[in-house]
C-alpha cells in the first residue's frame, strides 16, 4: 500500500506541477502576446477546461480498462502537451497545448485516486487521500519554480524537462502492481448518484474551493506584478501557500479519519471566506502575499474532506470509483475554469475585489449550509458494509 501511495502521489504531483508553473510567468506571457487580464483567465482556464472535458472519459475508460492503462495514457498525453507548450509561437498554441495538458491530467487525477480509494482501507481513507493530495499541492509549490525556471533559462528548456519527468511517471506506473479485484460489481451510474444528496455535498467541497482558486491563480499573480514583486517574488508566495497547503492535506484527512470531517470543513471555509474578503485590502505585495498564504492554508483544508466523502458516498450507493472520482474531476475542473475564466473578466470590469468577495460569499453561505442544512452524510468514512 505504502509503495502504491508514493506512486500516486507522484504522478499527481507531475500533474500539478504543469497546471501551476504559469503563475510566475503570466505576466511575461501578458506583455509578450499583448493579453488582457480576460485573455490571460482564459489561458489559466485552458487547462482546467480540458480536465472538464476529459474527466467524463476518464471514469468510462477506467470503469472499462483499468486505472492502470487510463494512468499511463494520462501521463503520456500531458508530456507530449508539455512539449508543445515548451516550443508554442502563439496564444492559439499556448491555450491548445495547456488544454490538452488538461485532458492527460484528467485521466491521471481520475485513474490514481480511484487506484487508491479501491486500495485502501476505509479507516484509512482519508489520510491516504490526504497524503496524493497532499503531493498535488507540493507539485503546486513545484510548478512556481518551474515557472521563475522558465523566467530564467527559457521556456522551452524548463517545460520540456518537465514534459520528460512525465514520460519516466509513465514508465514507472508500467511496473506497479496492479489494484485487487473489486469483491462485487458497481453498477450505479453517475447520473443515479447525482440524486444523492451526500454526494452531491461532497462534490460541491471540490467546486467551492476550485472556484476561488480559479480567481485568485489569475488576479493575484497579475496584483503582485502591479505591486512591484519580481517573479521570483510571485513564485516564493504561491510556493509558500502550496506549501501550507500540503503540510494540511494529510493532517486533515488524519482528522477527518478520527474525528470526522464536520469539524474540519467548519474552520476551513470561516478561513476561507475572511481570506477571501482580506485580500481587498492590502496595498502592498508582502501584505498581499502573506494574505494569499494564510487564505490558501484554510481553502485548501476543502480539498481532503471532498474526496474523502466522495469516496465514501460511492461505497455506500454502489458507484465505482473510477466515475466517482471522474465526478469529482469534474467539479475541480469546472471551478477552476469558471473561476479563472470569469475571476479575469470580472477583474477587468469592475476590480478585483468583486470576484473576491463574490468567493467569501460562497464560503460563508455553505458554512451556513454545513451548520444549519440538516444531515448530509457520514462524518467519517465507514465500511461499506455498514
Known amino acids: 500500500m505504502r509503495r502504491l501511495v508514493v506512486m500516486v502521489s507522484a504522478i499527481i504531483l507531475v500533474d500539478t506541477l504543469f497546471y ?23 489561458l489559466v482556464a485552458s487547462y482546467a477546461a480540458g480536465s472538464l472535458a476529459g474527466a467524463i472519459p476518464a471514469g468510462w475508460l477506467v470503469a472499462r480498462f483499468g486505472v492502470r492503462a487510463v494512468l499511463v495514457t494520462g501521463l503520456l498525453v500531458m508530456g507530449g502537451a508539455g512539449l508543445v507548450f515548451a516550443l508554442a509561437g502563439t496564444i492559439a498554441l499556448l491555450d491548445g497545448a495547456r488544454f490538452v495538458q488538461g485532458l492527460g491530467g484528467a485521466a491521471t487525477w481520475t485513474a490514481g485516486l480511484a487506484w487508491l480509494a479501491q486500495t485502501a482501507p476505509p479507516a484509512r481513507r482519508g489520510q491516504v487521500i490526504g497524503t496524493a493530495i497532499g503531493a498535488g499541492v507540493f507539485g503546486a509549490q513545484l510548478g512556481p519554480v518551474l515557472g521563475a525556471l522558465a523566467e530564467a533559462v527559457g521556456r522551452g528548456p524548463a517545460f520540456a524537462l518537465a514534459a520528460v519527468f512525465g514520460v519516466g511517471m509513465a514508465g514507472w506506473a508500467l511496473t506497479a502492481p496492479g489494484p485487487a479485484a473489486l469483491p462485487e460489481p458497481r453498477t450505479t451510474t453517475v447520473t443515479a448518484a447525482l440524486r444523492d444528496r451526500p454526494f452531491r455535498v461532497a462534490l460541491w467541497l471540490t467546486l467551492l474551493p476550485a472556484t476561488c482558486f480559479g480567481v485568485v491563480e489569475v488576479l493575484v499573480p497579475l496584483e503582485l506584478d502591479d505591486l512591484g514583486a519580481t517573479t521570483f517574488a ?66 485548501g483544508m476543502l480539498w481532503t474532506p471532498g474526496g474523502d466523502l466522495v469516496a465514501t458516498a460511492a461505497d455506500r450507493i454502489g458507484l465505482d470509483q473510477g466515475w466517482a472520482f471522474a465526478a469529482n474531476n469534474m467539479q475541480w475542473a469546472g471551478g477552476a475554469a469558471i473561476g479563472s475564466a470569469a475571476g479575469g473578466a470580472l477583474g477587468q470590469a469592475v476590480g478585483d475585489g468583486v470576484p473576491y468577495l463574490l468567493g467569501a460569499a460562497l464560503c460563508l453561505l455553505t458554512a451556513r449550509f454545513w451548520w444549519f442544512g440538516g444531515k448530509v452524510g457520514p462524518d467519517r468514512p465507514l465500511p461499506s458494509s455498514q
Open 20 to 42: 501551476a508553473a504559469l503563475a510566475p510567468i503570466l505576466p511575461d506571457l501578458s506583455s509578450a502576446f499583448g493579453l488582457s487580464k480576460g485573455q490571460s483567465g482564459l
Open 234 to 299: 510571485i513564485a516564493a508566495v504561491f510556493f509558500a501557500a502550496a506549501l501550507v497547503e500540503a503540510v494540511a492535506s494529510p493532517l486533515t484527512g488524519r482528522w477527518a479519519d478520527r474525528h470526522g470531517v464536520r469539524g474540519v470543513v467548519r474552520v476551513g471555509l470561516l478561513g476561507a471566506a475572511a481570506g477571501l474578503a482580506l485580500l481587498t485590502l492590502p496595498g502592498t505585495w508582502v501584505l498581499l502575499g502573506l494574505v494569499f498564504v494564510v487564505m490558501s492554508g484554510f481553502l
